[in-house]
């Protein structure tokens, strides 16, 4: 369980001193801040501002806020599943079990279904926040901190899982700060997940900030995109393939700046700026070198510390025709921000040029008006039937929203 | 700064609880619940027992955070894990309530006496490290982050040293950064500052 913080980059050591020079001055060796607080302002030292503290036990099925929840006309939202403390990233299994993987807790749930009733099962537990969960070929890929394990014929293991271990073939950094993984697979086969920056704000090597895609088992390993600050949810876009990924802008740089983004690649390899560059626009005001102007440009500006996270194209037959191919977006929510905002899932939709543009669809788990939230949605998963799920870490809830009668 | 630090109760006040409780525990079944506990933790959850922690008026949240990490072996220390491995989450939320409620501080006759030498190196220390903006200029704790004042001196360097150690980790890994460059004796008269702040 003991695992060692990697050093931060030397510029970051040099911003953290001023905050920390009486430590510095009883000659130890120069202290790293906790990575989230890295790049504060000397002049925000005391802001209160901290992340979330995560809900580790079970919210009782009355407790979960669905009937503040709003979507739009003609949808409907109900509980699908509950009982899953910390419940995050999604994949569905050929069989229709349903995977959710966490952070804090440690666990993978399955979630099975038969005649109607589903059951909750703790799959996995004692990882390191294995938020990352992936399913091909009958194999279910978990992805924690600094390890890959892969489960084969998962649906007919469930109550025995056996791990094949790929940690070594993957060998990523092993970073506890946005260390945490996205899976998932591409049309080409391949699998992918980011490597965030380990990091508020720092220059980073090349094998950080960036999202990666490799054989199954873990070899043939190539960058997809760089100065990716951190990406917790991709998708391919159904016709043209293309990844589409969100992005979480920095910290500690202003209410309303950066904003979170989507993005998506049209060349592998391309660099979307940071740590130089945030929402393809703004200069970082500590890290200099390089202009914006050299980078790729994000699609769409997801508002300020929105925490936008997992995302999927919508290829489902249940909503409106026109819903096809649009992106649903799960907002997780702010920390670093005075008002709060996000807590929600957006849609994204593409104007007869392509233009892609964002509007509400699942709102209510935001009280602005006492500055508190009554959920986090964290993933989005399509079902068979184009139902869309929508996990809820706060509450380890799942919800289902469904178009008709 | 000074009127940032002015504002700051209010803007404590306006995030604490920030998000909603899904549940009360019931502090009642939660004393039924913590007998046992108090061979170890003392009667009405004020420690007389070496690198034991006293529990009274700690965060609830913080409670059931490190007892559900203690349960699923994220943060595997004997005798902890074992004693804890039976507990539902509602009986972790219970216990969590009734320790909260409880009134802080030192065992009778159990506070040390104070050591100008050791608060005098530590008021920098502090200083520098904030730690009064996560654990509030009172050091009662809020929300995941534990109350510090009133608790038991060779139980903070204990747990200062785990972080800087890296043997023990937190929801999250923030305090390792902070414990990383201290040295044994910053530690010491860090934990005699701590303890004795109220």
Known sequence: ?405 | MRHLAAALPLALAALAGAALPARAGDASRGAALAEPCAACHGPRGRSAMENVPSLAGQPETYLTLQLILFREKLRDVEPMSTLVRELTDAQVEDIAAYYAGLPPGFPPGQMPPPGAALLARARPLAEAAHCNVCHLPSYAGRDNVPRLAGQREDYLRHALQGYRDGSRTGADTQMNGIAAALSAEDIAALAHFLARRN
Request: proline share 8%; aromatic share 8%; charged share 20%.
């Open chain 1, 1 to 405: 369980m003991a695992r060692r913080r990697t050093g931060g980059p030397l510029a970051l050591a040099l911003l953290a001193l001023p905050m920390l020079h009486g430590l510095a001055a009883a000659q130890q060796p120069a202290p790293a801040a906790p990575a989230w607080q890295q790049g504060r302002p000397s002049g925000m030292a005391a802001s209160p501002l901290a992340p979330n503290a995560p809900r580790l036990t079970v919210t009782p099925p009355d407790r979960i806020p669905v009937a503040q929840i709003r979507v739009p006309d003609g949808f409907r939202v109900e509980v699908w599943a509950s009982g899953m403390p910390g419940a995050r990233m999604m994949a569905l299994s050929e069989n229709g079990t349903l995977f959710v993987g966490t952070r804090t807790i440690g666990r993978v749930y399955a979630v099975t279904q038969q005649d109607g009733q589903r059951r909750v099962r703790t799959l996995l537990q004692g990882l390191t926040e294995p938020n990352g969960v992936a399913v091909r070929d009958g194999a279910l890929y978990v992805a924690a901190i600094n390890r890959v394990l892969r489960y084969d014929n998962i649906d007919r293991s469930l109550d025995e899982p056996k791990p094949v271990e790929l940690t070594g073939n993957f060998n990523l950094p092993t970073d506890a700060h946005h260390g945490w993984k996205f899976l998932r697979f591409g049309p080409d086969g391949k699998l992918y997940l980011q490597v965030g920056a380990n990091c508020n704000i720092c220059r980073v090597d090349d094998r950080h900030a960036t999202i990666e895609r490799y054989n199954p088992d873990g070899s043939g390993r190539e960058v997809v995109a760089h100065g990716v600050r951190n990406s917790v949810g991709f998708d391919f876009h159904p016709v043209t393939g293309e990844l589409w990924f969100t992005n979480n802008g920095r910290d500690w740089a202003g209410d309303n700046t950066p904003e979170d983004t989507l993005g998506h690649v049209r060349r592998v390899g391309e660099h979307f700026g940071f740590p130089w560059c945030h929402m393809g626009t703004m200069q970082d005001p500590e890290v200099t070198g390089r202009q914006c102007s050299e980078f790729s440009q994000p699609a769409l500006r997801l508002g300020p510390h929105t925490a936008a996270l997992g995302m999927r194209f919508y290829t489902g037959g249940m909503f409106p025709a026109e819903y096809r191919n649009r992106i649903f977006i799960a907002r997780h929510g702010s920390w670093n921000r005075t008002q709060r905002s996000g807590y929600d899932v957006v849609m994204v939709s593409f104007d007869a040029n392509g233009q892609p543009r964002m509007e509400p669809f699942m709102t209510g788990l935001l009280d602005g008006a006492n500055n508190q939230f009554l959920g986090r949605p964290t993933d989005v998963q399509q079902l068979p039937d184009g139902s869309l799920l929508v996990s809820d870490e706060q509450n380890g809830a799942i919800y289902r929203i469904a178009y008709g009668r």
